[in-house]
Every structure is written in C-alpha cells, then in structure tokens.
C-alpha cells in the first residue's frame, strides 16, 4: 500500500522559508507523480507542485514558481518542498500525493494516495 507521510510544517514568519518533506512507502510505476497540494481555511485544496520520480520533470501552479522549488529523491520515494518567500495567503495544510499518473510537462492526475497533511501557518 502506498502511504505517504509528511513533515517539516509549523509557523514561519513572513518572507521565511521552510523545507517540507513526503517520504512514500512505494509507488506503482517508477515514474509515477508525487505532488504537494495545499487547503487552506474555506477553500478547496490546490496543487503546488508535482514531478515525476524517474524522470524528474516538474510542474508548479504560477503563483508559487518563482517561490517554491520540488526536489526530490528517488532511490527513497522522497519529494520535498522547498517554501521561500512565505506570505500569509500561503498558511494552509500541506498535502502530500503519490502514485499520479503522468500526463505530460509534469502535470499529474489519478493520485491514489494522499498523506494526512502537515500545517504551515505564516504570521504577518
């Protein structure tokens, strides 16, 4: 069973950073997607970023890609996701994914495990 797990959130201060880690139990297919979403307060969860494992093709939502980075290491079915420039619309529960399906420019669907979330709050 893929399970991912996630850690690193907690608060920050405005313009910090922070390093969030997802490590996967395993994934179906080398090249599947893991990917970082987020929810905040009212809203629907967004993705973030994804990327393929083997091939290391990334995807960021605009908003973030000058701000957030998606490394990652394979051999451990680890991604992380590297938060700078933090503002206070970015204080959300973090999601971590696996198991996507690759669709092209490391755009990912059909994730089929989902981590319990890790929280990032941002004080002004």
């Known amino acids: 069973e893929v399970q991912p797990v996630e850690s690193g959130g907690g608060p920050v201060q405005a313009g910090g950073s922070l390093k969030l880690t997802c490590v996967a139990s395993?994934?179906?297919?080398?090249?599947?997607?893991m990917g970082w979403f987020r929810q905040a307060p009212g809203k629907e969860r967004e993705a973030d970023a994804t990327?393929?494992?083997?091939?290391?093709?990334?995807y960021h939502i605009i908003p973030v890609k000058n701000r957030f980075t998606i490394p990652r290491d394979q051999a451990k079915n680890t991604i992380y996701l590297r938060l700078n420039l933090l503002k206070p619309d970015d204080a959300a529960v973090y999601y971590c994914?696996?198991?996507?399906?690759?669709?092209?420019?490391?755009?990912?669907?059909?994730?089929?495990?989902w981590g319990r979330g890790t929280h990032v709050t941002v004080a002004s």
């Open positions: 395993e994934l179906s297919h080398p090249n599947n997607c």
């Open positions: 990327i393929y494992m083997r091939d290391g093709d990334a």
């Open positions: 994914a696996a198991d996507g399906k690759p669709r092209g420019g490391g755009y990912c669907t059909d994730y089929s495990a």
